[in-house]
């Protein structure tokens, strides 16, 4: 459990998110904050991704259409129906687990890996044709755009805005949710539940013989894990405004994340947070290189890779233990 959390999880959350609340009061560059928003929200994705790829061990490689589910749900329901993004993003969270559960059922009796991660990789390829083809309402690849973004708030006075070209309030909302899901999952995963996971990555069947439910607990994580990432993708929509089926469910967006997952290190609290962190702003970095950008990215992720095969949070926790002793 300390290799997975680190030695006191609750401080390191609550300093980072101390930082991380200061910084827009320090930075005023819309562009800097908007990069950092994008962060956040990519940081809700990979950990509840992270949640059943490093810490359960299932080798899911579909996560990213839950979030395209979220996206789109929330967006157009919000745009056809009136209702209020406060509300549809909960509905979009709802509809990436309801998604979880209906093909967790299935492909979570599998005991190979290899056929989980085809399977779940083919789900979300049938996401993206579905989005791109039904043009009535989601406009295909041309753009769903006109989405509603979240309702501003009047806090003591003071009228906080959300969506694009609202940086200040928008990193607000963001960081709200991150620390929100980040303090969830912080609960569940220091709890019973925690060492349950732990337990059945490790061993599933010494996890059996302990009368665990390993289709059961399986198809709950995973759901869980699915809400999350719909969350996050929800959030995204009402942020950015405009969604396509190849930028919300294509491989791009299956590389980005999986790399910051890895990058950060696979099943450890903190890893997706820093991952999440330095690819973004690498990805961002990255940018003016044009064609070249992404072969780019593919070697920065291999460095890391072979330099700190544990990731980032494993190498600064060697760190750690190194000036201990």
Same mark, same amino acid.
Not at 5 to 29: H, S, W, Y
Not at 60 to 72: I, N, Q
Not at 269 to 282: E, K, M, R, S, Y
Not at 309 to 325: E, F, K, S
């Given at each position: 459990?300390?290799?997975?959390?680190?030695?006191?999880?609750?401080?390191?959350?609550?300093?980072?998110?101390?930082?991380?609340?200061?910084?827009?009061?320090?930075?005023?560059?819309?562009?800097?904050?908007?990069?950092?928003?994008?962060?956040?929200?990519?940081?809700?994705?990979?950990?509840?991704?992270?949640?059943?790829?490093?810490?359960?061990?299932?080798?899911?490689?579909?996560?990213?259409?839950?979030?395209?589910?979220?996206?789109?749900?929330?967006?157009?329901?919000?745009?056809? /129906?009136?209702?209020?993004?406060?509300?549809?993003?909960? *509905?979009? !969270?709802?509809? &990436? $687990?309801?998604? @979880? +559960?209906?093909?967790?059922?299935?492909?979570?009796?599998?005991?190979?890996?290899?056929?989980?991660?085809?399977?779940?990789?083919?789900?979300?390829?049938?996401?993206?044709?579905?989005?791109?083809?039904?043009?009535?309402?989601?406009?295909?690849?041309?753009?769903?755009?006109?989405?509603?973004?979240?309702?501003?708030?009047?806090?003591?006075?003071?009228?906080?805005?959300?969506?694009?070209?609202?940086?200040?309030?928008?990193?607000?909302?963001?960081?709200?949710?991150?620390?929100?899901?980040?303090?969830?999952?912080?609960?569940?995963?220091?709890?019973?539940?925690?060492?349950?996971?732990?337990?059945?990555?490790?061993?599933?069947?010494?996890?059996?013989?302990? /009368?665990?439910?390993?289709?059961?607990?399986?198809?709950? *994580?995973? !759901?869980?894990? &699915? $809400?999350?990432? @719909? +969350?996050?993708?929800?959030?995204?929509?009402?942020?950015?405004?405009?969604?396509?089926?190849?930028?919300?469910?294509?491989?791009?967006?299956?590389?980005?994340?999986?790399?910051?997952?890895?990058?950060?290190?696979?099943?450890?609290?903190?890893?997706?947070?820093?991952?999440?962190?330095?690819?973004?702003?690498?990805?961002?970095?990255?940018?003016?290189?044009?064609?070249?950008?992404?072969?780019?990215?593919?070697?920065?992720?291999?460095?890391?890779?072979?330099?700190?095969?544990?990731?980032?949070?494993?190498?600064?926790?060697?760190?750690?233990?190194?000036?201990?002793?």
């Amino acid at each position: 459990m300390t290799e997975m959390l680190g030695r006191r999880p609750a401080l390191t959350l609550l300093l980072l998110i101390a930082v991380l609340a200061v910084i827009p009061f320090v930075v005023t560059n819309p562009y800097y904050l908007h990069v950092l928003t994008i962060f956040l929200l990519f940081a809700i994705f990979a950990s509840g991704w992270n949640l059943t790829l490093g810490i359960l061990g299932l080798k899911t490689l579909g996560h990213h259409a839950f979030f395209a589910l979220g996206a789109y749900g929330s967006a157009m329901l919000s745009h056809y /129906a009136g209702v209020s993004p406060w509300a549809t993003i909960w *509905v979009g !969270a709802g509809i &990436a $687990a309801l998604a @979880g +559960l209906l093909i967790g059922v299935p492909i979570l009796r599998i005991r190979s890996m290899p056929h989980v991660a085809i399977v779940t990789l083919a789900f979300a390829e049938i996401i993206r044709l579905v989005l791109a083809n039904l043009k009535d309402w989601t406009r295909g690849e041309l753009g769903f755009w006109g989405i509603d973004a979240m309702p501003a708030l009047n806090l003591g006075g003071t009228v906080v805005e959300f969506g694009t070209g609202k940086p200040f309030g928008s990193y607000l909302l963001a960081l709200a949710f991150f620390a929100g899901v980040h303090a969830l999952l912080l609960v569940v995963l220091r709890g019973r539940i925690g060492l349950t996971l732990v337990a059945m990555r490790d061993s599933e069947l010494a996890a059996e013989s302990l /009368a665990v439910d390993l289709t059961r607990w399986k198809l709950g *994580v995973f !759901a869980f894990s &699915a $809400a999350i990432v @719909g +969350l996050s993708g929800a959030l995204y929509a009402h942020y950015i405004q405009i969604l396509t089926p190849t930028s919300t469910v294509g491989p791009e967006m299956l590389v980005t994340l999986l790399a910051m997952i890895i990058v950060g290190g696979v099943g450890r609290f903190t890893g997706p947070i820093l991952g999440a962190l330095l690819l973004t702003v690498v990805g961002e970095a990255l940018r003016e290189f044009g064609d070249y950008r992404m072969l780019l990215y593919g070697g920065i992720v291999m460095l890391f890779v072979l330099g700190a095969p544990r990731g980032l949070a494993g190498w600064l926790a060697l760190i750690g233990r190194r000036r201990a002793a």
